[in-house]
């Protein structure tokens, strides 16, 4: 009980239930069943061909993921995640031909453009976030399909080399999955052991005391915003590179699958609680259920019916016994 | 000791003052939206002779059947403070399950009536359960609605397996050609439901209790009021509009298909937020829902006009939003928003 | 007047946790009589009030009604008894009308087939304020449209209709504080429509920061100290000193306060506040605040000390005047700005704006100064967890480990840990807003104790303290705010505090 960290869920008192101990790790069992589930139904789920898939298909939801997970930290919300990726996603596959791998760097001060924007207009206007991100949704997702011409668009075949080596196979999992997995360390020190990430946390789980302690709130809500729209840019940039093609629909179910992984992981939506680690868990999670139904034969229009039912079941189990007398809108 | 002479002016007064200034300010944001109709209708008609023809008001009145029946029901729920986002999902559920269950291109049904009402009831379930989950779950509603939403859409994509409906039955074609004093008969249906809203809003105790939870929660929990009844029945009826404007979609487009509801939510928001509605709760009523459909149709209108490419609009409609949001805001330095 | 019995109460208490804060409380209401309740903040008369309306439940004790057991689950129950009360905030619905507020959560008496017949709800609100001789209020007038002692007046109109439904003219009306925003016409008023309730046979209690006002409309007047009654006073014959004494008058304890150990402050000037203004809350107020030196700011609440409080702390912006920190003119956005200049708070409200309660002991301690255990820009937990157990041996907070969460600490234990936070941050001024309320003996005389080792480190407090016993007996010297402005300045030496009643009589 000595070694703690923001976010960590060490923190409860001796001789605790069975059941609050199945409720705090309810990430990590809900992520065997899952696997398990779809292993006895198929075998090959657990191929190594079969894993190499789902990683890749981890790699682009992560950054995502751990992204939206600051914003959900300190209790606001980001739906702008899913467009924002879209215009990432489009912008880069209509350019990465001409620019190169400055691409990259590109994309990501977009990134920090966007969630300076969203996050102003959140901390120092005070506008309720999930509808300045409403508004920026619209905004990005008209962008990426006025750009796009409303189609996707393949990248010309002898520029593919630009964008190939994401997919490599690096110690037999995707290259573009060991650079996720550098995002969700670099996630969990940004959340342990800076400024940054400890104000977050504070910010989230009592604001008022926070802004009284002279933690900076407008800088860290604008920063949290900002994480999390550089995630979304991040992903974006590797769907380009993954599909070798400019889509300006990619992100429309992205925000769901993101913040379902987020919700799997055990994070409280109203805020203070959370890590990069569970909501690696939650990721692993999502796209086994995506990609097992998908083996199984379950017809893909079923994603969106199951990942909303597995929304709710996640935030009203991570949901806070003990704040019940707050007004909750 | 020392003991300081007390000034003649007391600070109680300049608190009474400042209190009434803010009171002032308000009644300006009240009458703003209205102004700004009077405003927007002269410069358009200015702009462009066209603009206050017969011929493209009746356009503009044909067009706002969908927004204006969505802003009524989401009216309820912005008054008692929350959101709903599940709107567009029900209304895209409702109008795909009518399209495949009365005569249509896909199959052989023929329910009649019932092809709408078992839909519409579904349609309602959502805001039962929408209602029920945000109350005894204590889960934000703009989580649970966007979940709720999300499933409805996808239930409605699952029914029809990408080969979305026709519908043929002869009293959706009947409906959708007819007309009254040269508009369409589902604005008329639009308007007698926001009619019907207004009495419930005015006359009822129940709508007394949606301000009242909107502007005072606990105080309206001490006066008696069953807040969590109310919430409830709030989302049913924000469900029951969208099932309304679901079928009257249809009637409109006769494709059963989820895109029936899909960008209609955004603009409904826009339509309430410029109309005076506050997404605190408390503030507004129909007459600023009526007021900022108005407003928003006579835009949208007038972007067609000058021809502004569609994806455009969207983008123009976000900016709005927030310019909106930013000037309807009450100004509180410690408020804290998520 | 007459001697019928109404209400009494039996020996009622009120316990929070280990903190007691109502205990003995035996009063009689006869009917037709006005009483008053006075004492100082904290004593005890607010807490009294909600559990007769039903808003809260006594922790022991009985109440009697007309003779039979009166014990309300809630406020709609007391309701129904004939008991209502009119909260000092206010609790209408600013966006109905006066109408619609007496009557909501009853419109069903005015419906036919679910609509209201608003014109037969309309008049029978204008009968109901004509009762009251409220002749110029319309029902149809919207609420936020009203004045303060016009809303005051519906909220009363609308305690009595719902009481009158039951009580006829035997209700018990409850009024915590109500002239606090009136003027003195308005007040006039409303002391003229209390006297008519009482007339028809009614009672009503009353608080009142303003003794004149008690003494000028009540019969009686029970004095409330520590959350006991202390003297019961017929207000025929009765005098504002007596009252002060009654209120007051309580043997300090040297040794309570540690006195011994009481600083005497340096020259320098640490933080100087000239000619500051926050406009509706406080006018031109100046002082200094030296080196090592425990100034209290005295007041009742509404006086402006709290707004002053929060300018200081960067909480608030000032509207004019000046703020300089050790001779360096300063201006602050935000309590972080506060922070960096050395000014750091703990804040009143405990649970709502000091604890962090869902994160651990050493996030809590070390948010405001997250750089002390950094190195090349990361945080070591280790050496935060370090810090915290240090800071949990020398305040010696009671904890299972700094892994707990602060929201399962008792209060005396939560508020050292935000005295550890505000320490840790190492900021030379500290504001302390009420730091023992809700804290229990024990931890009063540890807090005590602290903010005498940190004065005598060289630490400035400017204190705002629960009690004003406790705000003179920590003080080094104290400033006296009435109605937004400073009316007084009294120097607190340990061996020879001011007379507390000269310092009320200021005050009040």
Redesign the interface.
């Known amino acids: 009980m000595q070694n703690t960290k923001t976010g960590d869920f060490r923190n409860v008192p001796e001789g605790e239930s069975w059941r609050s101990f199945l409720y705090r790790n309810i990430y990590i069992f809900s992520a065997v069943l899952v696997v398990s589930v779809f292993y006895i139904i198929n075998p090959s789920f657990l191929s190594l061909y079969s894993i190499q898939n789902i990683t890749r298909e981890m790699a682009p939801l992560l950054p995502m993921a751990c992204g939206i997970g600051f914003v959900l930290y300190t209790?606001?919300?980001d739906?702008s995640i899913g467009a924002v990726a879209s215009a990432a996603c489009v912008i880069t596959g209509l350019n990465v031909a001409d620019v190169g791998h400055w691409i990259i760097p590109m994309m990501l001060a977009f990134g920090v453009l966007i969630g300076i924007v969203n996050g102003s207009?959140?901390s120092r206007?005070?506008?309720?976030?999930?509808?300045?991100t409403?508004?920026?949704?619209?905004?990005y997702?008209?962008?990426a399909?006025?750009l796009s011409g409303g189609g996707s668009q393949n990248i010309a075949l002898k520029q593919r080399y630009l964008v190939n080596w994401m997919s490599a196979i690096v110690f037999g999992l995707p290259l573009m999955f060991w650079i996720s997995l550098g995002i969700v360390l670099a996630c969990l020190i940004i959340e342990r052991n800076t400024k940054l990430g400890k104000s977050i946390f504070a910010i989230g789980a009592n604001?008022?005391a926070a802004r009284l302690a002279g933690v900076d709130t407008v800088r860290t809500k604008t920063m949290a915003f900002m994480l999390c729209a550089v995630g979304a840019a991040i992903g974006g940039v590797m769907y380009a590179y993954k599909l070798k093609s400019s889509v300006p629909a990619i992100g429309d179910d992205k925000f769901?699958m993101a913040?379902s992984s987020v919700a799997l992981g055990g994070t409280l939506?109203?805020?203070g609680r959370g890590s990069a680690l569970r909501t690696l868990v939650g990721v692993i999670t999502v796209i086994s259920i995506s990609s097992g139904m998908n083996m199984a034969g379950v017809?893909p229009?079923?994603?969106?019916?199951?990942?909303?039912?597995v929304?709710?079941v996640a935030?009203?189990i991570n949901?806070e016994k003990g704040i019940?007398d707050l007004?909750?809108? | 000791?020392?003991?300081?002479d007390?000034?003649a002016m007391?600070?109680?007064?300049?608190?009474?003052?400042?209190?009434e200034r803010e009171?002032r300010s308000?009644l300006i944001r009240v009458y703003a939206p209205m102004i700004l109709l009077v405003v927007m209708t002269i410069g358009f008609s200015i702009y462009d002779s066209h603009f206050f023809s017969m011929k493209n008001l009746s356009n503009i009145l044909g067009q706002m059947a969908v927004p204006l029946t969505l802003a009524t029901g989401l009216t309820f729920v912005l008054l008692i403070?929350?959101?709903d986002?599940s709107v567009e999902g029900v209304m895209g559920l409702v109008g795909s399950a009518i399209a495949l269950l009365v005569v249509n291109s896909r199959n052989s049904n023929d329910w009649g009536i019932w092809g709408v009402i078992v839909p519409i009831i579904a349609g309602l379930l959502f805001g039962l359960i929408t209602g029920i989950?945000?109350v005894r779950?204590?889960?934000?509603?703009?989580?649970?609605t966007?979940?709720?939403g999300?499933?409805a859409?996808?239930?409605a994509?699952?029914l029809y397996?990408?080969q979305p409906a026709t519908a043929k039955a002869q009293w959706i074609i009947d409906a959708s050609r007819t007309t009254f004093l040269n508009i369409p008969l589902i604005t008329w249906i639009a308007v007698a439901f926001f009619a019907v809203c207004c009495?419930i809003l005015n006359?009822?105790?129940f709508g007394?209790?949606v301000?009242?939870i909107?502007?005072?929660?606990?105080?309206?929990r001490?006066?008696?009021?069953n807040v969590s009844k109310v919430t409830i029945q709030v989302f049913v009826l924000s469900s029951f509009a969208a099932s309304l404007a679901g079928v009257l979609a249809l009637i409109r487009l006769k494709l059963g298909q989820v895109s029936l509801g899909t960008?209609q939510m955004?603009p409904c928001?826009t339509a309430l937020v410029v109309g005076g509605t506050s997404?605190a709760?408390?503030?507004g009523g129909m007459l600023q829902t009526m007021v900022g459909t108005l407003i928003y149709m006579e835009l949208l209108n007038f972007l067609t006009i000058i021809q502004v490419?569609a994806?455009?609009k969207?983008?123009i409609?976000?900016?709005i939003?927030?310019v909106a949001?930013?000037l309807t805001?009450t100004r509180?330095?410690?408020?804290?928003?998520? | 007047m007459n001697q019928e019995i109404l209400f009494t109460t039996e020996n009622i208490g009120k316990t929070y946790g280990v903190n007691t804060v109502l205990q003995g409380i035996n009063v009689e209401i006869r009917r037709g009589e006005i009483v008053g309740l006075i004492g100082e903040n904290g004593a005890g008369k607010s807490t009294l009030l909600k559990i007769i309306a039903g808003v809260e439940q006594p922790t022991v004790g009985t109440m009697e009604m007309n003779g039979k057991p009166f014990s309300p689950a809630s406020?709609?129950d007391a309701n129904r008894q004939g008991i209502g009360m009119v909260f000092q905030e206010q609790?209408?619905?600013?966006?109905?009308t006066v109408a619609?507020n007496i009557y909501?959560?009853?419109?069903?008496d005015f419906?036919s087939f679910?609509?209201?017949n608003?014109s037969r709800m309309n008049a029978r609100a204008r009968e109901a304020l004509n009762k009251m001789g409220l002749k110029d209020i319309s029902p149809k007038a919207r609420v936020?449209?009203l004045?303060?002692a016009m809303r005051q007046m519906v909220e009363i109109t609308k305690v009595l209709d719902i009481v009158s439904e039951t009580a006829n003219n035997r209700a018990l009306i409850l009024l915590d504080e109500p002239t606090t925003?009136l003027?003195d016409a308005e007040m006039a008023v409303l002391f003229e429509k209390v006297r008519q309730m009482k007339e028809k046979g009614n009672s009503v209690i009353f608080i009142s920061h303003r003794l004149q006002e008690v003494l000028q409309i009540t019969d009686r007047i029970y004095v409330f100290k520590d959350g006991r009654q202390t003297a019961e006073v017929r207000t025929e014959g009765a005098d504002e000193y007596i009252l002060y004494e009654k209120m007051v008058g309580r043997e300090t304890n040297g040794e309570y306060y540690v006195s011994a150990r009481q600083t005497v402050p340096g020259a320098d000037v640490v933080l100087e506040v000239e000619n500051m203004s926050l406009?509706?809350?406080?006018?031109?107020v100046s002082f200094k605040l030296h080196k090592g030196e425990v100034l209290g700011l005295c007041g009742v609440e509404g006086s402006?000390k709290e707004d002053v409080c929060g300018v200081i702390s960067g909480?608030?912006?000032s509207t004019s005047g000046e703020l300089k920190v050790r001779g360096k003119r300063v201006k602050f956005a935000s309590p972080g700005d506060a922070r960096r200049a050395g000014i750091i708070s703990v804040p009143r409200d405990r649970r709502d704006e000091g604890i962090i309660g869902i994160l651990p002991i050493s996030e809590n301690i070390s948010v405001s100064n997250y750089e002390k255990n950094a190195a090349h820009g990361l945080i070591s937990n280790r050496r935060q967890d370090r810090n915290a157990r240090e800071w949990v041996r020398s305040l010696s907070i009671k904890c299972a480990g700094v892994a707990q969460r602060v929201s399962n600490l008792s209060g005396g234990n939560a508020q050292k840990v935000i005295f550890a936070r505000v320490l840790d941050s190492e900021c030379p001024i500290l504001i302390l807003d009420h730091p023992t309320r809700g804290v229990d003996l024990g931890a009063k005389g540890d807090i005590y104790a602290l903010i005498r080792d940190i004065t005598e480190k060289g630490f400035s407090v400017l204190l705002m303290g629960d009690t004003l016993d406790e705000c003179l007996g920590v003080s080094s010297r104290v400033i006296v705010m009435?109605?937004?402005?400073?009316?007084?300045?009294?120097?607190c030496p340990a061996d020879n505090k001011?007379d507390q009643v000269?310092v009320v009589k200021?005050m009040l």
């Open positions: 209790g606001c919300i739906l207009l959140v206007i005070k506008l309720p976030s999930f509808i300045v409403l508004c920026a949704q619209s905004v997702r008209a962008a399909i006025v604001e008022k769901m913040i939506f109203s805020g017809d229009l079923w994603n969106n019916v199951v990942f909303g039912i929304l709710i935030v009203a949901s019940r007004i909750i809108k | 000791m020392k003991t300081f007390r000034q007391t600070v109680a007064e300049e608190f009474v003052s400042k209190v009171a308000s403070g929350r959101i986002l989950l945000h779950l204590r889960i934000a509603t703009f989580i649970i966007y979940a709720t999300t499933i859409a996808g239930i994509v699952l397996h990408s009495v006359y009822t105790a007394r209790a301000y009242a909107g502007d005072n929660e606990a105080a309206a001490a006066s008696g009021i960008d955004f928001i997404l709760g408390g503030k490419p994806d455009y969207k983008a409609l976000g900016v939003i927030i949001v930013v805001l509180g330095r410690k408020t804290i928003a998520k | 406020m709609l609790s209408l619905i600013s966006n109905l619609q909501l959560g009853r419109e069903r419906s679910g609509l209201i608003w936020r449209d004045d303060f925003v003027s406009f509706g809350s406080f006018r031109n402006g909480d608030l912006a009435k109605d937004g402005l400073v009316c007084g300045e009294f120097d001011p000269d200021l």
